[in-house]
């Protein structure tokens, strides 16, 4: 048996087999609702794919929106921007994260230090926070009215999370 086979093998003796796909991000060929939610905490629903809470969301929502080249070709470079500032935002958790337990480490706690980390944190949350805003604001200006209200659905769903 495959190495990567073990894991998949394991995964359907434990949930049961059947369904069990739409709970994991490995079921290779079998549509584009694979993977977890999307927070701000976690970098990119922990499944490496994308910020929609989907593995593969440009093509997951070519596929539900029935979007035409030109909305695709829109659709990828707002999503590669969305994709830039969280990998941004990922490296700035880090670093405030490395700070925070520099402020720890000494003979004495290092308040300065701590309250400079936690704002930095708080900075790297709003500017995430604004490239989502404006990430779908431009999604919204890209879709028909059909398009909008299918796109809420699966929102409202949790098919789509934000």
């Known amino acids: 048996m495959h190495p ?42 922990g499944h490496g794919g994308g910020g929609f809470g989907v593995r593969r969301p440009l093509r997951f929502l070519a596929f539900k929106l029935s979007l035409g080249e030109s909305q695709v070709n829109a659709l990828a470079r707002i999503l590669n921007d969305l994709k830039t500032e969280r990998a941004q935002a990922a490296v ?17 706690f290092d308040e300065g230090k701590a309250k400079a980390a936690a704002a ?12 989502v805003v404006k990430a779908l604001g431009e999604i919204h200006a890209l879709l028909q009215p059909g398009q909008r209200e299918q796109l809420a659905y699966l929102i409202r769903t949790g098919a789509l999370l934000i």
């Open 4 to 45: 990567g086979m073990i894991s998949w093998w394991r995964s359907r003796q434990h949930h049961g087999g059947c369904g069990a796909h739409a709970h994991h991000g490995s079921e290779g060929g079998h549509g584009e609702e694979e993977g977890g939610g999307w927070s701000a905490s976690d970098d990119w629903g």
């Open 92 to 108: 700035d958790n880090r670093r405030a994260i490395a700070a925070l337990a520099d402020a720890i480490v000494g003979d004495s």
């Open 120 to 131: 930095d944190r708080v900075k790297s949350a709003e500017k995430l926070r604004d490239a």
